[in-house]
């Protein structure tokens, strides 16, 4: 039987883990490879890198981080984060990426995600919705995409977008919620349902994890496939151990081989 | 020991490398393992194996577009019997034919199609990605030591094809997905897994230390 899957992520910015509260207020959490290990050793079922470096020039440090990490972990790799072009994504497949998250190129031009899975796969080809909740009280809900961490509103309904990139070649959504990303108030879980709900490909949670609860609700009230987290294992508050065996508990199928 | 995987433009090359690697170390194996699409280092070659990211159709373009690379393959598999191991698409690329996006001739080595996965549950999701285990059809070398079962260790999987073998006896082990899935294929010296070995930890180093071992 598949597993839920639990999955660690790294903001990495110039080579070096980072989390923000709401994407602002960044502070320093690491060596992304060592951190990696640690996660490997800890029985992560994936990890995600997500580069938020602002410079493309800077790209040559993340491909090394890439690199090192698929030399010690012999576990899946998503890397996102600047993801522009088909040579962006070959060249983190060469370094040792598994998947590659692609967020504001897609906005850009939906087709991109056509012509990435046709060459690579639809298996390795992530698409990273960051929605927000536009609706108000006493509508029904309705979430929009956003891109720049948040800032910028791009008028597409999330839903609709996301049916529509998974039938372009999307493999997998990555799904943040941008009201609640560093809140640790738990998913969105209405937001993750309608996602997962209205695509056939499978969803990761993300964004408000605070409480290993949040980590079942985002399976079985959400509807996801997996669920990411950053800060709360990043920091110690909770080992994947921990995380896995209270899903385990809950009746979730997971993968525990110590 | 030699081994070369194939570089023909797809894939995780570098972590099957350094799977490769590690787990040689790991098993006290003395293997130097190359990235190559040098039809003469192949040819060398006490191991192949064919990696494979992507899709069907790009693959067997990739490999085709290699001057000479079919015909040290067929000359060195097929009429050497060099044990060739094929992962994921590259263990797809075994069969017949390839039916994603259209349909694209295989190596033909291990008759069956490659066909979209059609889960017996309409809920479930395609690709079928993540770790699941693997249940034996048939007792293999590559399998020694290895739990599997319900009970057993997880493979990992990322795909929405899979190779619907023709011939059961080429059926080594399936995994589960609304019903049956192929995971690994095996005939003569030829043999091919669905999941990555390379990405799955514990059963994955085990598997390809077996491999190395492996004397069809």
Same mark, same amino acid.
């Given at each position: 039987m598949l597993k839920a899957r639990v999955i660690p992520c790294l903001d990495v910015k110039d080579g070096r883990v980072v989390k923000g509260v709401q994407f602002v207020n960044l502070v320093d959490a690491g060596d992304p490879v060592e951190a990696a290990i640690a996660y490997d050793a800890a029985g992560a079922d994936e990890l995600c890198f997500l580069d938020i470096?602002?410079?493309?020039?800077?790209?040559g440090i993340l491909l090394d981080v890439v690199r090192r990490t698929a030399e010690a972990c012999f576990m899946p790799l998503t890397v996102g984060g600047g993801v522009r072009t088909v040579e962006d994504i070959r060249a983190l497949l060469l370094a040792g990426a598994d998947k590659v998250s692609i967020m504001t190129a897609a906005v850009q031009d939906r087709d991109f995600v056509r012509r990435a899975a046709e060459k690579f796969? #639809?298996?390795c080809i992530v698409v990273a919705v960051d929605a927000k909740k536009v609706s108000v009280e006493g509508e029904p809900d309705r979430w929009e995409v956003f891109t720049h961490g948040g800032r910028r509103?791009? !008028? *597409?309904?999330a839903c609709a977008y996301a049916r529509d990139v998974a039938v372009l070649g999307a493999g997998e959504i990555l799904l943040t919620s941008m009201d609640r990303d560093?809140?640790? *108030?738990?998913?969105?879980i209405a937001l993750t349902r309608a996602i997962a709900d209205s695509v056939s490909v499978p969803v990761i949670a993300s964004g408000?994890? !605070? #409480?290993?609860e949040h980590l079942v609700a985002g399976i079985k009230?959400?509807?996801?496939s997996a669920v990411l987290a950053a800060s709360i294992f990043h920091f110690g508050e909770f080992t994947i151990g921990e995380a896995k065996a209270k899903m385990r508990d809950a009746g979730l199928p997971m993968r525990i081989e110590t | 020991m030699k081994v070369a995987i194939i570089?023909?433009?797809?894939?995780?090359l570098h972590s099957a490398q350094k799977a490769f690697e590690r787990s040689a170390n790991e098993s006290g194996l003395t293997a130097s393992i190359s990235l190559t699409s040098d039809p003469d280092l192949i040819r060398k070659a006490d191991r192949i194996v064919l990696p494979g990211v992507g899709a069907f159709a790009d693959c067997q373009a990739g490999l085709t577009k290699i001057v000479g690379l079919i015909e040290v393959l067929n000359e060195s598999v097929?009429? %050497?019997?060099t044990p060739f191991l094929g992962i994921c698409v590259g263990m797809q690329l075994?069969?017949?034919r390839g039916l994603e996006h259209f349909t694209t001739a295989g190596l033909?080595?291990? %008759?069956g199609d490659v066909q979209r996965i059609e889960p017996?549950?309409?809920? +479930? %999701?395609?690709?079928?990605m993540g770790w699941n285990t693997l249940d034996i059809r048939h007792d293999h070398a590559l399998l020694a030591d290895i739990p599997t079962g319900v009970n057993g260790l997880h493979a990992y999987f990322v795909h929405s094809y899979h190779f619907s073998v %023709?011939?059961?006896?080429? +059926?080594v082990a399936e995994t589960s997905y609304g019903g049956p899935i192929t995971a690994i294929v095996a005939q003569d010296n030829i043999a091919g897994s669905q999941f990555h070995p390379e990405k799955s930890q514990r059963l994955g180093l085990a598997f390809i230390a077996n491999f190395l071992r492996w004397k069809p």
């Open positions: 470096t602002a410079s493309h020039e800077d790209r796969g #639809t298996q509103a791009t !008028g *597409i309904d560093g809140t640790k *108030i738990g998913y969105d408000g994890v !605070g #409480t290993l009230e959400g509807h996801a | 570089d023909y433009g797809s894939g995780n097929i009429q %050497k019997g075994l069969a017949s033909d080595w291990i %008759k017996n549950d309409p809920a +479930l %999701k395609i690709p079928h %023709k011939n059961p006896d080429s +059926l």
